[in-house]
Each structure stands twice: as C-alpha cells, then as structure tokens.
C-alpha cells in the first residue's frame, strides 16, 4: 500500500519560511511525480507545486513561482516555502502518480496517492 506523510507545517508570520515534507514508505519515488496541493478554508483544492523525480521536472502555480521551491532527497520530497503570504493559509497535501507524461502532469486529477495533509498558517 502507497504511503505518503506530511509533516512541518504550522504557523508562521508573513515573510518568513517553513520547510514541508513528504515521505514516501513501502514504494520508491523513482518514476513517480510528487504533488503539492492546498485547500484553504472555503475553497476548492488547488496545485501548488509538481517535482517529477525521472526528470527532476518542476511545475509551480503562479501564485506560488518564485518564493516555493520542491526538492527530492531520496524518498522524500520537500517544498520550501519563502516570503509566505496570509494567503498561503491553507491544509497541504502531498500525492503521487506514476502518470507523468503529458502537458498536464501536474493536474490533481491525475494523482492516485495522497497524505492526510499538513496544516500551514500564515499570520502576523
């Protein structure tokens, strides 16, 4: 069974950074996309951030370019964040697809595995 774990999400004021991380257990990321997904309060679930480890490929959502970045170290994925915003508020979640061909490798529809997420708040 895919397992995939969040962790090092919480609070933090705007302008500052947090470190998220998704570990994958009892299969490799090799050939895997790993996806980062937000649902703030009230709103529907969006892409934040796509790392494709055949390729080390990346996708960012525009909102998020710039100040997120995703790594891969072995068998967990990282998104850092910078100069986060109160908007960036929101439950994140990490998922995983084998299916990462195609222009729209990083659309959440395609993603078959998921965490429980990780809550981030973004407050002064």
């Known amino acids: 069974q895919v397992q995939l774990v969040e962790s090092g999400g919480g609070s933090a004021q705007p302008g500052t950074s947090l470190r998220l991380s998704c570990a994958a257990s009892?299969?490799?990321?090799?050939?895997?996309?790993i996806g980062w997904f937000r649902q703030a309060p009230g709103k529907e679930r969006e892409g934040v951030s796509c790392?494709?480890?055949?390729?080390?490929g990346t996708y960012y959502a525009d909102s998020v370019k710039g100040r997120f970045a995703s790594s891969r170290d072995k068998n967990t994925v990282y998104l850092q964040m910078y100069s986060l915003k109160p908007e960036d508020t929101a439950v994140y979640y990490c998922?995983?697809?084998?299916?990462?061909?195609?222009?729209?490798?990083?659309?959440?529809?395609?993603?078959?595995?998921w965490g429980r997420g990780t809550q981030v708040t973004v407050s002064s």
């Open positions: 998922a995983a697809t084998w299916r990462t061909s195609g222009g729209d490798w990083c659309s959440q529809v395609r993603y078959d595995f």
């Open positions: 790392i494709r480890t055949s390729d080390s």
């Open positions: 009892t299969f490799t990321l090799d050939y895997y996309a």
